[in-house]
């Protein structure tokens, strides 16, 4: 089959001398010992660990979850295994020879594909040759007009999906099938494939830019991690909500300053120009990225995350000012009302005043000046905060007897009257309460100062799992309980307080860190249950495969190398991180499973295609157990490794060696991009 690639053919040569000729096969071999380390220290072809290989690092979670999902797709529709592999380089091979000897190194069943990305620059898409359906021109077609696009963007999730989804197409006929219009046909060409998939992609992005509204528009970190035509849309459709938002908002600002005023609308003026300002940073992005110069897929995706959260802050200025704004219309319809209620609030607390200037008076006699201090002020503080009201209620009577559109300043005046009487009366109500919080304080601050003192030293006992938020609490009830001990005979109020609040940042924190570290025991006694449970599964699948692995195919053998890749992970962490090592422990006692019925069903089927043989002559154990490789299981006829033509199926014991000792397993097309 050929193999596309974009090396040039070399030029005609004269043709070498037998005698040299020969001896190439050995300098070859004498240049490839030589070599060796140099080349096993790169890239270089490998048995894949799982379908989805990122030694290079380039997937996240989200991206990996988008790829597995179009991997497993492809799967159920027409039962073909895509693997991907993103690494750093090839190694200085071409990407056809990569990915041939990866596929042939992991050992891939049949109706398989790779797809290998090196992050350097180059890419291959193979597919092995059973798989029927595709053929190399439209093998081509996926590598170059569906895979390379998408790498040159950066979206190297969006690669491995184009992949997955281009081999699926290829194999669905009716994607691909004249369409009947009316008695006529019309022939989907390359153009029409182009259209449709740019359609697909834009609906895939609009589909995602819906999901990724949801997102924070300040959080950079989840707006980063998006696919770069996901970010594009979500960039167009927050900057236009936005403009939008913001020419509202000029409007409305517009009309409240005719008619309250601009001292009135300071407020949310100040947030409308913050706003303009963000906005017009994100135009400015915005024509960057539409303009003639190119970016990078890496700068283009931070300036769409930049537009992004740029838009979003500009949102929130206004947001921030949205009850307020209401709040100031309303109130001026009600302006007479409110302040008919504010001048009897004067009233009422004025009367008080003079009656807690009389406690304050037999407190004074009662206690020294230092315990009174946070109360000493408060009758004096309360007549001026009174007195400023008189003058604000007088104020807004005076705006409200304006003509309309004048009488904004009727609600400043109400607002600030407001402000004046609840911090009057909170000064009149510290006074009242003064004596019994005073002798409250004296009576329970040495009960107080023991149980912080205690805890204290639980803190100290569980220092080694608080952490920092930890060590944090127990410093500031350490300095809480230095200020109570010296000061609870001189501020018996202030020294309980500051105990008071201590103690219940520090048992916050407390209960946080005995939680935690009950769950973490919790999890390291469910480890070891679900440790012993993953062991006995994945032995009990590798015992299964191993004797019998004559008959076990991909699948079986793929879950099995995972579940032991997770059992190991398991037993690393289990000193060390209980509630990761758990997850490794419960995938693979899940994978193990999947193995074992798979291997299962395997074995069921081969034996149902055995015919029957005579006992003296019955080798089938012996098939099965792997001893010796019955051709019949590879397709037919053929050279066995051990050597010799076996006619029809031959069966000769298994050697060192690959799965092929010659040939390509399959095709392939990839290039630089």
């Known amino acids: 089959m050929p193999v596309y690639s974009s090396a040039v053919a070399a030029a005609p040569t004269r043709p070498v001398p037998r005698p040299i000729f020969a001896a190439v096969p050995a300098v070859l071999a004498l240049l490839a010992l030589l070599l060796w380390p140099a080349a096993a220290s790169a890239d270089t072809p490998l048995r894949l660990p799982g379908q989805i290989t990122d030694t290079a690092g380039v997937l996240d979670a989200n991206a990996e979850t988008e790829v597995q999902a179009a991997l497993d797709r492809l799967y159920g529709d027409h039962q073909v295994q895509l693997w991907v592999a993103y690494v750093p380089s090839f190694s200085g091979q071409s990407g056809a020879d990569w990915t041939e000897a990866t596929a042939r190194a992991s050992g891939f069943g049949p109706k398989t594909a790779l797809l290998a990305v090196a992050t350097a620059g180059d890419y291959n898409l193979w597919v092995s040759n059973d798989v029927t359906d595709v053929s190399d021109a439209e093998i081509e077609s996926i590598a170059t007009d569906r895979v390379r696009p998408e790498l040159v963007n950066g979206d190297w999730a969006g690669a491995a999906v184009a992949a997955a989804e281009g081999l699926g197409d290829a194999m669905t006929p009716a994607s691909l099938t004249p369409l009947i219009v009316g008695g006529g046909v019309v022939v989907v060409g390359g153009g029409g494939l182009y259209l449709y998939t740019r359609r697909s992609k834009r609906k895939r992005a609009e589909a995602g830019a819906e999901a990724a509204a949801s997102i924070d528009p300040t959080d950079t ?124 609030q004067v009233v009422t607390l004025t009367a008080r005043v003079p009656a807690c200037e009389s406690v304050l008076t037999a407190l004074r006699a009662e206690f020294p000046a230092e315990t009174l201090a946070p109360v000493a002020q408060n009758t004096t503080l309360a007549r001026e905060q009174l007195a400023f009201a008189e003058k604000s209620i007088a104020d807004g009577r005076d705006a409200v007897a304006l003509p309309a559109g004048k009488q904004g300043p009727a609600v400043g005046a109400i607002r600030a009257a407001e402000g004046a009487l609840i911090q009057a009366s909170t000064l009149l109500d510290g006074v009242d309460h003064a004596e019994t919080d005073i002798r409250h304080a004296m009576a329970t601050l040495p009960a107080a100062i023991a149980d912080l003192e205690q805890g204290v030293a639980a803190a100290g006992q569980l220092a080694a799992s608080g952490g920092a938020d930890l060590a944090t609490a127990k410093a500031a009830a350490a300095e809480a309980l230095t200020h109570a001990r010296a000061s609870q005979a001189t501020d018996p109020l202030g020294s309980f307080t500051r105990i008071v609040e201590a103690d219940a940042t520090l048992d916050a924190v407390l209960a946080r860190t005995r939680e935690a570290q009950e769950q973490a025991e919790r999890a390291r006694q469910k480890l070891q249950q679900d440790l012993t449970a993953a062991q006995s599964q994945v032995t009990s699948a590798a015992d299964f495969i191993g004797t ?126």
């Open 548 to 673: 019998r692995r004559g008959a076990v195919g991909a699948e079986a053998r793929t879950r099995l190398s995972e579940a032991q890749r997770h059992l190991q992970a398991a037993q690393q962490l289990a000193s060390t991180d209980a509630s990761q090592a758990l997850q490794h422990a419960q995938a693979a006692t899940q994978l193990g499973a999947k193995a074992l019925w798979a291997a299962q069903s395997d074995v069921r089927q081969w034996e149902q295609r055995q015919q029957p043989r005579s006992s003296g002559n019955d080798m089938t154990g012996a098939i099965l157990g792997g001893i010796l490789i019955d051709s019949i299981l590879r397709g037919g006829g053929g050279f066995s490794r051990g050597g010799g033509y076996h006619g029809g199926g031959g069966r000769g014991p298994g050697s060192f060696g690959g799965p092929s000792s010659s040939g390509r397993i399959g095709r392939s097309s990839g290039g630089r991009f």
């Open 221 to 344: 970190a989840a707006l980063a991690s998006l696919a770069l035509d996901v970010l594009d849309v979500r960039a167009q459709d927050i900057l236009v909500d936005t403009d939008n938002a913001v020419r509202t908002s000029a409007e409305e600002l517009e009309l409240a300053r005719g008619e309250f005023g601009e001292q009135a609308v300071a407020p949310f003026a100040t947030a409308f120009a913050q706003a303009g300002a963000a906005l017009a940073k994100a135009f400015e992005i915005r024509q960057r990225l539409d303009d003639a110069i190119p970016e990078t897929p890496q700068q283009r995706r931070d300036m769409l995350v930049d537009l992004i959260s740029t838009c979003g802050r500009a949102g929130r200025e206004l947001d921030a000012r949205v009850a307020e704004f209401d709040g100031m219309r309303d109130l001026l319809l009600d302006a007479p009302a409110r302040l008919d209620a504010l001048t009897q």
